[in-house]
């Protein structure tokens, strides 16, 4: 009698226990908790570059501090510009963090070795923008803090016919970093949640101002090949870690206009892949990366396939990078300091391997002189130092997320517009 009713309470206990357990899913996937927000996606976030006011030691900054700057370019959402270029930014220091440091091609990897993995970083969590229409305040995350310059892919032999009609990126009124610049680069990335208002301007007048106007309806508008599309990637390839046929995402950051009418707005979304890839090898020799752009979503989801290529990048002014012609990006031969380096530390370790193989051989043989092993320590010596040259790797081709490019259209696009505020467009790649 004891054992069943024990055998009751337990099989009692262990019964209401699985229905609390599996009550509490049930009740958590139907109603989301209060206060969680939804992940905002790419299309739907800011891109804001900010020409700092002077130059900034981020590691001496601390919590409460301002750092002021101006939009080097106009911010774009859809067909809106929400902020001009040149209005003032202010950016209060929340906290700091350390933050893993950028990978770079700028040194070899011996120096890489001897500098910390890891930096200071300042960490902002809103963004005050004042122009001609007052103030705005943003939730932001700062991307990177750098000085930037501008990689042109290299000039074709045959030149490219004349275009059809009048094609033009939106203009951003960007302000162009000159050599003797020293204050940095800082890219944020804005999110609008919640309540936080955007200022409802309209793209101002001249082909701005028809851009947001309604298009009638079956208006078909044909970009011509070579029409020139600023872009954002939004992850990071590299020549020594992407991997032929990964995928590559961007969107828009600028409307695109022909003959002043909208075809394609910001935040449409550009999608590619990496072609081919070459990591740095031995001897020095640099990579190489190559993508392709092949489609392209608008807001409304509709996806077709495009033919684009690299024309121009916006990369750290450290950056070894190039752009051939065909669009693929090269790292650079070694420099004079990078070659000083290898052969400053391949001195070096000669000099120990003479040394060292020298000692060796004395301390085993005691008939052993510094004469009678000389010329085994130099034997040494120039195999160590030539195996370190030999394998001695070239510079890489570093893109990081948030990089700013620009892709060039190599055949003809077909956009078809449908009237009504609510409806899309119907894109034709040819």
């Known amino acids: 009698m004891r054992r069943s009713s024990l055998s009751k309470v ?4 262990l019964l209401a226990a699985a229905v ?10 139907d109603e989301p908790a209060a206060g969680a927000q939804k992940p905002v996606s790419p299309a739907s976030s800011l891109y804001v570059k900010v020409q700092l006011d002077s130059p900034v030691k981020l590691s001496k900054l601390k919590p409460g501090d301002v750092v002021e700057g101006k939009l080097s370019r106009d911010v774009y959402s859809s067909d809106r510009k929400v902020f001009a270029a040149g209005s003032n930014v202010h950016l209060p220091v929340d906290h700091m963090e350390k933050r893993k440091r950028e990978p770079n091609d700028h040194w070899p990897g011996v120096i890489k070795l001897f500098t910390p993995r890891h930096e ?40 490219s016919g004349p275009q059809a009609g009048n094609v033009e990126v939106s203009p951003s009124n960007t302000t162009k970093e000159s050599q ?9 990335e804005a999110f609008p949640v919640g309540d936080l208002g ?20 079956s208006v078909n508008e044909t970009l011509p090949a070579g029409t020139v599309c600023k872009i954002l990637l939004l992850g990071d390839v590299s020549a020594s870690k992407s991997m032929p ?8 950051i600028e409307p695109v206009l022909l003959n002043s009418r909208l075809v394609l707005p910001a935040g449409t979304v550009v999608e590619g892949k990496v072609v081919k890839k070459t990591p740095p090898r031995w001897g020095s020799r640099a990579g190489s990366l190559a993508l392709t752009f092949s489609s392209l979503m608008l807001p409304g989801g509709n996806m077709v396939p495009i033919a684009g290529s690299l024309s121009q990048a916006e ?24 070659m000083a380096i290898n052969i400053g530390v391949t001195a070096g370790i000669a000099k120990e391997a003479d040394d060292t193989l020298q000692l060796i051989i004395e301390a085993f043989v005691s008939t052993a002189t510094d004469a009678s092993t000389a010329g085994v320590g130099r034997i040494a010596a120039s195999v160590a130092s030539g195996i370190y040259m030999v394998s001695r790797k070239g510079r890489d081709v570093v893109i990081p997320r948030f990089t ?7 055949r003809p696009l077909s956009v078809t517009q449908a009237a009504g505020p609510a409806s899309g467009a119907i894109v034709h790649g040819n």
């Open 10 to 13: 337990i099989s009692g206990a």
């Open 20 to 29: 609390s357990m599996g009550s509490i899913p049930c009740s958590a996937g």
């Open 120 to 159: 200071n970083y300042p960490v902002f969590k809103t963004a005050t923008i004042s122009g001609a229409n007052g103030e705005s305040s943003l939730q932001v995350s700062l991307i990177s803090i750098s000085r930037r310059r501008e990689v042109h892919a290299q000039a074709k032999k045959k030149g």
């Open 180 to 188: 003797k610049t020293i204050a940095p680069t800082m890219i944020l």
């Open 198 to 217: 955007l200022p409802s301007t309209s793209l101002s007048s001249g082909a701005e101002s028809a851009a947001t106007a309604v298009p009638d309806i």
């Open 245 to 252: 046929g990964d995928t590559v995402q961007a969107r828009l």
């Open 315 to 338: 990369l750290d002014r450290r950056s070894h990078t190039k752009i051939d012609s065909e669009g693929e990006l090269r790292g650079e031969h070694p420099g004079k300091a990078w």
């Open 404 to 410: 700013e490019m620009d892709i060039t259209l190599d």
